[in-house]
């Protein structure tokens, strides 16, 4: 159990709160179950462990959804999100599918431009997300029809106007966003009254966590997106998977 120390992911559970993740909650259920029903196993969940995604996995499994889980793992994950994985797996009793970066390819790229090449570019930066998420990721959902996502539109200005429901045409297939109207203090509520495990970074104003190297805490007040790359000019800061124009 993380102490509590961010007061951001800590919201006071009113009964109005409460009403409404109950609400939005059952209808993430819904949404989710009625895709199980529709999609089958060309169906997969893409579980990044962040603070929406064990909420996700807890709308699945909670439920015993019949959906594919599965992660990315990129080599440069922070120790804290592996253990997040493993207490997710002991109180799930379950393994999540793990998709690796091909090894040759990190090899390569860690050849030809160093072993933290990320931050000397913005073009390197994405050929390494490239390598380590997009091409794992396309394999995950090679033979897939739809995959489901933790993204919210109050996440930031390019998601916007994120729908449930959308069609991925980088990846060719339906996107399907369950939390998309959910708040962050709705997430959070969620998350304490299911009494689920999260990233203990969150604690340390981690808002949104990635690889460790490029992952970083914020000021509170700060925009979420101010933790990652944040090196990089804002308007570069899509790592690919997830593209709103
Ligand atoms: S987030 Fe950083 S370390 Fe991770 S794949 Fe992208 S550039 Fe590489």
Redesign the pocket.
Known sequence: MNAPRNPAIHPELTDALRAAVAGKAAAARTLLADAAAEFGDALAFANSLGAEDVALTELILGAQLPIEIFLLD?G?LPDETYALLAELEARYRTRFKLYFPDAAAVEGYVAAHGIDA?RDSVPL??A??R???LEPLARALAGKQAWITGLRAAQSPTRAGLATREWDAGNGLVKLNPLADWSEAEVWAYIHLRELPYNALHERFYPSI??????RAISLGEDVRAG??WWENPDSKE?GLHKHQ
């Open positions: 990129t440069r990320f930066r994405r390494c997300c390598v380590r998420k990635g690889c460790a190297p490029c992952t990652r790359w790592c």
